[in-house]
Nanobody, 120 residues
Framework: QVQLVESGGGLVQPGGSLRLSCAASSRNSFRINAMGWYRQAPGKQRELVAASNSGGSTDYTDSVKGRFTISRDNAKNTVYLQMNSLKPEDTAVYYC?????????????WGQGTQVTVSS
């Protein structure tokens, strides 16, 4: 099984920045295909924020384009989300997600979530 551990959430004022990190680890050998970030605000469904596939292509939900940047350090099995020009509507629990191949099987792993609050 692969564990995803997130860090970097917190409270920030509107217009501020935060950087989220998510590191994958396991006792067994694995390979990561796609990695991404989702978020869930109170009373709303979980939505995809940004994704990065194994080929380096990225995709963003429209509301964060130009403000958020997803990046990966494949050597460290880590994905980052740089969030700039944060808005109150970005407030949510952010979850890391990864499509993992282990023992020739694909599985999907989720992090525990990290709270991001944008407020003055």
């Amino acid at each position: 099984q692969v564990q995803l551990v997130e860090s970097g959430g917190g409270l920030v004022q509107p217009g501020g920045s935060l950087r989220l990190s998510c590191a994958a680890s396991s006792r067994n050998s694995f390979r990561i295909n796609a990695m991404g970030w989702y978020r869930q605000a109170p009373g709303k469904q979980r939505e995809l924020v940004a994704a990065s596939n194994s080929g380096g292509s990225t995709d963003y939900t429209d509301s964060v384009k130009g403000r958020f940047t997803i990046s990966r350090d494949n050597a460290k099995n880590t994905v980052y989300l740089q969030m700039n020009s944060l808005k109150p509507e970005d407030t949510a629990v952010y979850y890391c997600n990864a499509e993992v191949v282990m023992f020739l099987r694909k599985t999907v792993a989720w992090g525990q979530g990290t709270q991001v609050t944008v407020s003055s």
